[in-house]
């Protein structure tokens, strides 16, 4: 019988008789008595479930245990903080911590350890931003994070893991068909043979990173029967350009897309540094942000900016269509049962390029979007000669500014013609009121978002600044 | 003296905590017939329950107990202050009445979280639904109020705004904060023989969860054993706010004879259990023509929820801050306690103190904005009147002498090494031409009071033991939460009985060591422990100098206690010796201390007393830059010097002001509760409630501890408490917000809190731009 297997701080697992659905976190606290990793939220969003994960790219990634269901970490290797100081003496990740005045209460700790020790296996300590990107995931309640920071910055930035990934991670992949009482997961290795279940199966849940479906199980007691995982076909997750156009496969993380994106198209690496945390962009992929269809995930508004095309597939049938015609309604999208998304794809542009994204949330890391607007305006002898625009938060999904695009369509690129767009934009919302903001506020900033545009464009610069005031 | 007091040591569970061994109450290896309990909410605001039938949920799979109003042996009520809390509300034979969306209806226990969770959903209930009253303004109108407004009052306000050469009136509104403690609510408890049970909660205030599940089992307080080993977070969050979970745990545990767990998650705790209230102050105020308050009125009102809990010391704290640093000659506060049904709200760091002293920061900028001052003049010229002056500027609206003002002092000290002026200047002159972004910078300052305000809770007790080996074991009614309690204490027994600090072992909080204990509370638990630990120190040194007295005929001057060893007269003995000696001489090596706080009283009915037993003091200045198009804002420098006396521990407290300060701009800046218009509050978990991330931190912070702190009053070591007030350093942002904002027009933006973004655009907009 099948059985997820897995490397865990050294340890070969085997698991058979466990629900597939079972999490990461629940199985070590409570099955496991591993309870230095704990759980503060149980979505994702706090960080202190953090633990270390190699997957086949054989890089050690940030992952919150607390939403990875054990079926997803067949085939991985896994590191808790446990073992960080297995051998009786602290890791240097652990003294700075501890010596540096980093913990108080201590609950957030071992998720914070983790993520540095991540982070310094990727030679990611470089300087203060770095750590707050690798931090962006955890919360701490009690310190400030300053000692937490100043401990950061004082590790050696490149503590580079010379060991080799264990055998687990590194054997050929073979596809996983687990069953445990009614339940069944899939972990297939290939885009075929992930095609072929799919289409035999096509009432089962579709799962990637599970920073979406990780909730459902979670807070919602979502517990299916039939779960196809796509996270180990190696051919979902290439990024690769052809034919002058980018093709963005759809596990890839936003991790890997950043990294991948910021040299090809860096007016969407910003963006994708603003979505979740360390642990979310190590997870989540592309293709779940775009197929779980919510009004306000990121990477569609900007895709659709870019000129997105979407590659489906069903069985061996494949199909193409604008991004944004994908989205139907709330909770709709043009996805046939037993189909699945392959690919995203994206012209390249020219440099300098002309897309921009511009997230507004209560809180610049780890946050859910108010409102996004995505921009990519061609101007060619001050007139504008195409404008895609597109925006997420503002209606029941991400949707492009029809009337706003069509005022700037062939006008004279400055701020007369902005401000014409601007009042367009009236035409095309007519958003709602919610926890994150209220209507008004999310028209008025879609109209303010085209302006930052405009000055973005004129070279003011779009970011708040990180530092005081000089003085002379 | 040893020098081990005083110094930075780290955290005394820090090696554990980096390690993960650090054990808190959900890590204890479960007992394998361990019951999972289920607390079934309410969903609706304000209702009579006209159904209720669990009969579906008692015979569901894995279910060993079902508890509502019923099932209760003692009191179904778990209020802290007063009885208006029921445990459960739905009754199967009287219905009951829901208060709020969230509010405890009943609870499961099974053999798994899962069982009990599904087992709920079984439940049979119905509401005939009433209107609710959510808000401030729906409470002030409907006067539904917990209690009667309480007024504190000095000198002739009438006359005062009246005569005053300027008045100026306004409103400012303040948000609530979720404690957002990284650990959440949880609670343990084990069947004991008899009627005996112990619980490990995570709690704040171990004695008096044991009053109440003995209260609620109808037992004896003496069968009931509340233990605290450590907690991930309280701050103020799991004061009261424990006890049901663990009255809860305690029932199940009785009822089914099987230890019984209650672990909320995050979205329950967040729905169910109470925040920092909410207020609306609005002011009046009469002044100078150099902004000098002659006469003020605030009408302070505050969303306290469906139950008074802790609101009525919490309003009352609200107004002894009314006032902060300034000398208000005739002043009158009038405190509203709002009855909502929403979640009660409780105490969270702070507990009402900021709140008012936003209010009056908040009167400071607008009058400084009025007579084109910078605030920073305004603060200083209405600051109370520095130690040992006339007492003509000392007197609070409480009729407290303010002894030992040095905020002073501490703001010259700050202006310079922050170079204030220069900067203020320097980010006007810059925001003239600046097209989108503006800047701003402020100064504010902080006095806090020190004590409880409900006197009889200053007092605390400690338990000394000295084993025949040598080593130490200690133990005391504070708990650890983070705050590095722990630490400080050890430092102090260590310093008293000069030795090693890793002689001295710390064991958890338990109610049948120290008994009848304060909660650790109120920035208070080094000052009273502490000083409880020191007495019985004190005591036993005193024993063991005896001893030598008698059997190695020597005097008391003869004896001292050096590191590890005792001199008496020419001859030294090691520590560890001396203990096996006394034991050996039948001396009592156990020993207890006591404390009770000095000088303080309070007269509530007349309004006057000394509630405080000394003011913690500090500024900070902070400066911010603020996107005019989007509203978003960030810090980008923060300047702190706060007083804490003589440090015990400059570690633990320049921890403590950093996350204070932090804390409290996510309060003022980030952090929004959302309730929808059925009073169900949707930013109930991480995900759509935000609190600082490390990136939101300034990139420069200067933090030091006042290098002239000293407490004038005869405190542990001469230290002062440090828990609480560096929150309300964070002022300083939100006042900086204001002052670039100040730049978009000439009206003045009346900010509100929290500075969301769609708030700074509200606040463009009322400049006039």
Redesign the interface.
Known sequence: MAAIAFQLNGQDVELTGISPTTTLLNWL??DK???????????G??G?CTIALRDQSGDWLPVCACIQLIGMVHGREIR???A??AEGS?HP???A???G??????????GF?MSLWVAQQNDALTG?EQ??DA??G????????????DAALGLDPTGSNSEAPDAVVSAPAQPLHYRSEAQQFWSPTTTDGLADIIAENPEATILSGATDIG?WV??H?FNPDKIIYTGRVAYLRRIERRDGNLLIGAGATYREAAEALGELHPGLSPLIRRIG?AQVRAAGTIGGNIANGSPIGDMPPALIAAGGVLHLRHGARRRTLPLEEYFLGYGQQDRAPGEFIEAVEIPLQSTPSSLRC?K?????????T?VLGCFSVDVADDAVTSARIAYGGMAATPKRAAAAEAALTGATWNRDSIGKAMAALADDFTPMS?????AQ?RS??AR??L??YF?DRSG?APD??????A?? | MSEVAGSALPHDSAQKHVAGTAVYADDMPEPRDLTHIYIAMSEQPRARLTRVDLSAVRTARDVLWVGCADDIPGVNDTGPVVRDEPMFTASETSGGQVHYAGQALFAVAASSLAAARAAAELADVDYAVEDPVLTIEQAMQAESFLQPPYRMARGDVDAGLANAARRLSGRIEIGGQEQFYLEGQVAVAFPGEDDEVRVISSNQHPSECQLIVAHVLGIPAHAVTVEVRRLGGGFGGKETQGNLMAACAALAAKATGRPAKVRLDRDQDMILTGKRHEFRIDYDVGFDPDGRILAIRFEQMARCGWSLDLSSAICDRAMFHADNCYFLPAAEIISHRCRTNTVSNTAFRGFGGPQGMVGIERVIDHIAHDLGLDPLAVRTVNYYEAPDGTGERAATPYHMTVEDCVIDEITTDLVASSDYARRRAAIEAWNSDSPVVRRGIALTPVKFGISFTTTHLNQAGALVHIYQDGSIQLNHGGVEMGQGLQTKIAQIAAAELNVDLDRVRITATRTDKVPNTSATAASSGADLNGMAVREACVELKARLTRFLCETENVTEADITFLPNRIRFGAREISFDDLAKAAYLGRVPLSATGFYATPKIHWNRDSARGRPFFYFAYGAAVTEVCVDTLTGESRMTRADILHDVGRSLNPAVDLGQIEGGFIQGAGWLMIEELWWDDHGRLKTHAPSTYKIPTAWDRPEVMNIGLWEKGMNRELTIRRSKAVGEPPLMLAISAHQAISHALASMGSAYPALDCPATPEEVLRAIDRTGQ
């Open positions: 606290r409570y008595g591993l309870t230095g990793t704990k759980e503060g939220c149980a979505e969003d706090c202190a808790t903080v446990e960080l100081s602290l990740v652990q003294s911590m501890a010596d005045h980093g913990t108080q209460c201590g609950f957030c700790t071992p350890v203060r750590v707050c931090l962006s955890n919360l701490c309640r009690c310190t400030g994070y300053g000692p937490i920071i909730l979670t807070k007691a945390g511009y507004i949330a209560k809180r610049h890391d780890q946050d859910i108010a919610d926890h994150r903001a209220s506020y008025r900033i303010n978002l302006l930052k000055h003011i708040l600044p990180s530092e005081p005031l003085m002379s």
